[in-house]
């Protein structure tokens, strides 16, 4: 029997890049596939839904079921539009993945506050919105799911020139923790992909000028394994996906260092002298 069979999957973003490499391996894989796409650019100016109809069109092709959808992650009626979509097709919902997002780099001194906001509001807003949504309707239902969000390697060890971003990506770290820990009495699995792939919003950076072994490819089994069976007690994690390497992201805590003495208030010059230890992993 196929992992996905009997199974409805929304998957935002989808109609390019990762997100079609998804839709197409769980309707490969049986599931009824809703495959959002706004179709904008990628600064997330403009809108074509022929993005995702073309998608929806080569699923079908290979005998699956699908339909698209084209509404914005980022507002409250987009989020309840995307899931509309997938009732009113399918009836349910069992697999929500959040992978919508636009890109406007820039340094910290250059960023205004227009491309801040617009980041900011596709993925971490648009993933808040998406996921309260889902969680809903999975609750209503009353038989579980899988919520799976989209954070990056920038957001858990920042990068250059990517402040925004950056920081929605660490907020959805966030997000998927408390959110895995809230909706576990309701059977609401929740988890995060920190990907690195050649994409359409990354082809033109220099680490991907000649790479061809870290594709959406790569990346679509790992959204396959959360949205399945094969992972129901798994919840809270985030996996990080490079080419063929898998790993876990996880924040840590050194062991630190107590301070000395009946009040345990450090003055500033021990924390100077004491630094090393304090910090150390």
Not at 11 to 22: K, R
Not at 134 to 159: E, F
Not at 173 to 181: E, F, P, Q
Request: proline content about 2%.
């Amino acid at each position: 029997m196929a992992l996905m069979e009997g199974k409805v999957a929304v998957v935002t973003g989808a109609g390019g890049g990762i997100g079609a490499a998804t839709a197409e391996l769980l309707a490969n894989e049986g599931a009824k596939v809703v495959v959002n796409d706004l179709g904008g650019s990628r600064d997330g100016s403009g809108a074509d839904s022929s993005a995702a109809d073309e998608i929806v069109a080569r699923i079908r092709e290979a005998g699956g079921e699908a339909v698209a959808d084209a509404h914005s992650v980022a507002t409250p009626d987009g989020a309840q539009g995307i899931l509309n979509a997938a009732l009113e097709a399918f009836g349910r919902i069992d697999v929500w993945i959040n992978n919508a997002g636009i890109l406007r780099d820039k340094t910290l001194l250059k960023l205004e506050e227009a491309d801040w906001d617009a980041v900011i509001d596709v993925h971490l807003k648009g993933s808040f919105l998406c996921t309260q949504v889902a969680a809903r309707q999975l609750r209503a239902q009353g038989d579980g799911g899988s919520i799976i969000n989209t954070t990056s390697v920038s957001g858990m060890l920042g990068n250059f020139g990517q402040t925004n971003y950056s920081a929605a990506k660490a907020g959805i770290y966030g997000l998927t923790r408390t959110a895995s820990i809230e909706l576990q009495r309701f059977e609401i699995r929740v988890n995060a992909v920190a990907p690195i792939a050649k994409t359409r919003m990354t082809e033109d950076l220099p680490m991907f000028a000649k790479v061809e072994t870290m594709t959406p490819q790569h990346v679509a089994p790992v959204h396959l394994f959360l949205a399945s069976d094969l992972s129901s007690e798994v919840t809270g994690q985030v996996l990080s996906v490079a080419g063929g390497k898998l790993a876990a992201y996880k924040v840590v805590e050194s062991p630190g260092r107590f301070k000395e003495g009946s009040d345990g208030i450090w003055e500033a010059s021990e924390i100077a002298e004491h630094f090393a230890s304090i910090t150390k992993l």
